[in-house]
């Protein structure tokens, strides 16, 4: 395996993270669809693990003890069309405060194949509970037709 593991900060009681700075930040191995019949899990725990890959295969007897999953293969909810995060102000001030090293590990463990792969990112509208002051993008009274529709300086130097 090619992943490189957390390494664990803790912060007291049930606290811990995985340090990502300028010189380390732990990897994951690119996701492959199992083969048919087994599965992936991935597991995290307040314990250190961080998305620990175990492979299992399903069993075909109904009586195995612990947990059961039965899927329906014939009837389709929804489609997943990604996963990803929130870009807030918070979060641009945060990621643009570290050095660049540390900037490019932080963004190649969310959206490379060795990080978590996130392909969507969720952009607040004006400001949030996320951000340093309010404001939103016209507040001009009345203005339907949004003449005076700006983009704020923070979507402009940190997220656009």
């Known amino acids: 395996s090619g992943a490189r593991p ?9 606290a811990m993270v995985c340090v990502c700075n ?10 492959q669809l199992p083969a048919p019949g087994t599965y ?10 961080r998305l620990e890959r175990s492979q299992g295969s399903f069993q075909p007897s109904l009586h195995t003890p612990g947990f059961l999953l039965t899927l329906n293969i014939s009837t389709l909810y929804q489609k997943v069309k990604g996963f990803g995060g929130s870009m807030s102000d918070a979060a641009a001030i945060n990621i643009l405060g570290l050095s660049q090293p540390a900037q490019e ?3 190649h463990s969310y959206f490379s194949e060795s990080g978590i792969e996130y392909n969507l990112l969720r952009i607040p509208m004006a400001c949030s509970d996320f951000s340093v002051r309010p404001y939103s993008y016209d507040d001009v009274p009345e203005d339907y037709e949004l003449k005076h529709f700006r983009l704020a300086e923070e979507d402009v130097k940190m997220k656009v």
């Open 6 to 14: 957390c390494s664990p900060k803790y912060f007291g009681r049930d």
């Open 22 to 31: 300028a010189t380390y930040c732990d990897t994951l191995d690119p996701v």
């Open 40 to 49: 992936l899990k991935y597991e995290s725990s307040k314990a250190g693990k």
């Open 105 to 107: 590990h932080l963004l």
